[in-house]
């Protein structure tokens, strides 16, 4: 059975701080690994990583995958109480271009 | 309006009611999806819809009837449903090929009496 956990399940830091965000995995067929920032209703799109060892970097945001060990981490520096959020990750498969399974999320709770 | 769009934003409904979820994407995707969002479960695909075929059903219950009649519209009618159906129902839409990050609505919060 395919698998994506997360972890921590959750976190509270204060501003400023620096947090690391882990997603590890273990599918068949891997295609890439997607993380998502869920505040209110809907999820929204952060990166897709396809390769390993390529960081992507949105601002304060950044993410890396492992392909060989299998996990992905998101980094977010700087913290501020607006990144406060659940913090989804999800792979894709080859073969099925659609399919998306989504781990359980970290709650990151910044506070003042 | 632009991105992806879903009405009702809630709803309440009985066991024995029907009702139907709209989406609608703005985004020129391709490909439509409905997600379900239970309480401290993860989001778990019930339908995927490639250029109006469907093309994923996982073993969803056929108290949840998706319809897609085109690539910017997507529906789930529901019928006769249960309490436990009540969760956060999300629409999402992306490009199939090649594949790219899914751009969710903000979702329709489903109370089932």
């Known amino acids: 059975e395919d698998k994506v956990v997360q972890s921590p399940l959750s976190l509270v830091v204060h501003e400023g701080d620096t947090v690391t965000l882990n997603c590890s995995y273990e599918v068949t067929n891997f295609r890439s690994l997607l993380w998502y920032k869920q505040e209110k209703k809907a999820p929204t799109f952060l990166f897709m990583l396809?390769?390993?060892?390529i960081e992507k970097k949105s601002g304060r945001l950044s993410s890396i995958l492992d392909k060989k060990e299998l996990f992905s981490i998101l980094n977010i520096t700087a913290t501020q109480t607006g990144d406060s959020a659940i913090y989804l990750c999800a792979v894709t498969y080859t073969g099925t271009a659609s399919k998306l399974t989504f781990g359980t999320g970290t709650r990151l709770q910044v506070m003042l | 309006e632009t991105g992806v769009t879903q009405t009702p934003r809630h709803l309440v409904m009985g066991m024995t009611n029907k009702k139907s979820l709209k989406c609608e994407q703005h985004?020129?995707?391709?490909?439509m999806y409905w997600y379900k969002q239970s309480a401290k479960k993860p989001l778990e695909l019930m339908f995927v819809y490639n250029f109006k075929e469907q093309t994923e059903n996982n073993s969803v219950p056929s108290r949840f009837s998706p319809e897609c009649p085109n690539s910017s519209h997507l529906f789930l009618h529901l019928h006769t449903l249960q309490p436990e159906d009540s969760a956060l129902y999300l629409c999402?839409?992306?490009?199939?090929?090649?594949?790219?990050?899914?751009?969710f609505g903000p979702g329709t919060r489903l109370t089932v009496l």
């Open positions: 985004l020129g995707h391709n490909a």
């Open positions: 396809t390769s390993s060892g």
């Open positions: 999402a839409s992306s490009q199939y090929h090649p594949p790219g990050g899914q751009y």
